[in-house]
C-alpha cells in the first residue's frame, strides 16, 4: 500500500547525506499509481535548481495515460529488442551481471504499466541549443535540465518513490515529439519512470574519490594514496559494480 500523502512528504526530512549516499537508479516499482499530492511537491522543489542564464524554460510532460505510456513503450522496445540480446550475450552466462540487468529487462517489459513518467524538456534559443559544432559547449543546455533532475531523484529517494534517470526509451527523438506533442523549438532531454520502490536503494559504489580528483594539473592526484574520503573503497571495483540490484 503506497503511504499518505502527507506521510510520504514528511520523509523529505531525511538527512540529506542519506538520501545522496543511497539515491540510486531504481527501476523495479510497485504499478500503484502516484498522487499528485506526492509527485508535484517533488517536480516543485526539484525547480529550485539552477538555470543557465536563469532561463527557467524548462517544461515537464507528466505523462499517466495508458495510451500515451503504450506508445512510449512501443518506442522503447524497437530499441530495446536490438540491445537486450547484445546485452545478454555479453553477460555471457555470468550470475552478476545478469542479475544487474534484469530489473531493466523487468522494466522494460512492464513499460505501459509503469505508474508515471516524468519527461524533463528544455527550450531551444539562441544561446541555449541541445547541439551545436564540436568545438562549441552544448553544456548550459544540458546543465539546465539535469540539475532538477538530481533534485528530483533525490526527492523520489526520500519520499520512498523509485526512479531513474533514463536516455534510452525516448532515442529516437521525432517519435517522442510527436508522441508528446512538442513544438520544435522543446527538446525532451531524458525519461524518468517513476513508482513506489520495489527495487532496493544504495549505498551506491563508486569510484574512490582520490581516484577522481586531480589537483592543480590533471595526472596530480595526491589524494590517491591517502584514502581520503574513500568509505565505500573496500567495496570498489570500478563504475560498473553495483552494490544490489534495483
Ligand atoms: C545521462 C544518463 C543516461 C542514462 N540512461 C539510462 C537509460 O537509458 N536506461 C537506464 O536503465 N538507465 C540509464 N541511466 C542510469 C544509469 O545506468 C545508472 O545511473 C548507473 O548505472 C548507476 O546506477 P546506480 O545509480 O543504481 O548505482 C542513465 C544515467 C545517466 C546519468
Not at 544487474?100 to 513518467?117: C, K, R
Not at 596530480?220 to 591517502?226: A, H, Q
Request: overall charge positive.
Amino acid at each position: 500500500m503506497p503511504p499518505e500523502p502527507a506521510e510520504a512528504l514528511a520523509r523529505l526530512g531525511m538527512p540529506m547525506e542519506d538520501a545522496m549516499r543511497t539515491q540510486r537508479a531504481v527501476r523495479r516499482l510497485h504499478l500503484d499509481p502516484v498522487s499528485h499530492d506526492v509527485l508535484l511537491p517533488l517536480l516543485e522543489l526539484s525547480l529550485k535548481a539552477p538555470t543557465s542564464s536563469n532561463t527557467q524554460d524548462w517544461s515537464y510532460l507528466v505523462v499517466e495515460d495508458r495510451e500515451q505510456k503504450l506508445k512510449l513503450a512501443k518506442l522503447w522496445r524497437k530499441l530495446y529488442r536490438v540491445i537486450d540480446p547484445i546485452a545478454v550475450r555479453m553477460a555471457k552466462g555470468d550470475e552478476r551481471e545478469l542479475r544487474q540487468i534484469a530489473p531493466g529487462q523487468w522494466q522494460a517489459e512492464h513499460f505501459e504499466d509503469l505508474p508515471v513518467f516524468v519527461i524533463p524538456c528544455y527550450r531551444r534559443n539562441l544561446k541555449h541549443k541541445p547541439v551545436g559544432r564540436p568545438q562549441i559547449s552544448v553544456a548550459s543546455f544540458y546543465g539546465s535540465v539535469f540539475p532538477p533532475v538530481q533534485n528530483l531523484l533525490l526527492g523520489c529517494r526520500a519520499v520512498g518513490l523509485g526512479a531513474s534517470l533514463q536516455t534510452l526509451p525516448i532515442w529516437w527523438v521525432p517519435s517522442a515529439r510527436k508522441i508528446l506533442g512538442l513544438p520544435r523549438s522543446v527538446n525532451p532531454v531524458c525519461i524518468i519512470p517513476i513508482g513506489w520502490a520495489k527495487g532496493n536503494y544504495g549505498p551506491t559504489t563508486r569510484r574512490p574519490i582520490g581516484e577522481v580528483v586531480h589537483l592543480d594539473r590533471y595526472g596530480n592526484r595526491p589524494f590517491l594514496e591517502t584514502g581520503a574520503g574513500r568509505p565505500e573503497q573496500a567495496e570498489s571495483n570500478g563504475p560498473r559494480r553495483r552494490a544490489a540490484e534495483a
